[in-house]
């Protein structure tokens, strides 16, 4: 058994592993960002050099890899992805499609992609058109994230949704407060 984890990136599920093109893809967890999760690809570690293994985000920055979906997938930093037996099926050139769904922040938008080129086929769904106006004329919370030392040594990842009322001059003010520790 190869590991697959030579980054610091926390895998969440392995997705498919396709031998003809000698790829594994996977869901994980981006460094120092625990709540976003993207999907990556890397070289199969059974026919290639295991030293020369380094994973490949394909939704991390999606001015490359999805350059032809970047309007689709704007504002989102958690994805999930379906590539099946019965969806993707394997072929002389391996798997040839799979679905990338966004979770959020934004809005959801699922669309059908080439697994080879990453480039968008089809798009299942998209709610942007239905609810862009409406969400924004809500009051949401802000989003903040940052990392806090602790005794031993580590460092927490922590976030905080703010209340829309919330200002930078109100900072030593006292809210209520709700902490849930995922560990």
């Known amino acids: 058994m190869t590991s697959l984890r030579h980054s610091r990136c926390q895998v969440i599920k392995i997705l498919c592993w396709d031998t003809i ?68 099926i394997a072929t002389n050139y391996g798997i040839e499609f799979y679905i990338l769904e966004c979770q959020g922040p934004g809005l959801p938008v699922s669309g059908v992609h080439m697994l080879k080129t990453h480039s968008l086929v089809k798009i299942l769904y998209d709610t942007r058109p239905f609810y862009t106006e409406r969400l924004q004329k809500l009051a949401l919370p802000t989003q903040r994230s940052f990392e806090i030392p602790l005794p031993h040594g580590g460092r927490a990842q922590v976030q905080l949704l703010l209340p829309p009322s919330w200002r930078e001059e109100l900072r030593d003010a006292a809210f209520p407060v709700i902490v849930e520790v995922y560990a």
Request: aromatic content about 14%.
């Open 21 to 88: 093109n000698h790829k594994v893809y996977f869901l994980a967890t981006q460094d120092k960002k625990p709540g976003h999760r993207h999907l990556y690809s890397v070289k199969d570690p059974v026919h290639d050099d295991t030293r020369k293994i380094e994973p490949q985000c394909i939704t991390c920055d999606l001015g490359e890899d999805l350059w032809s979906s970047r309007y689709y997938y704007t504002n989102c930093s958690h994805f999930d992805a379906f590539i099946t037996p019965s969806f993707g």
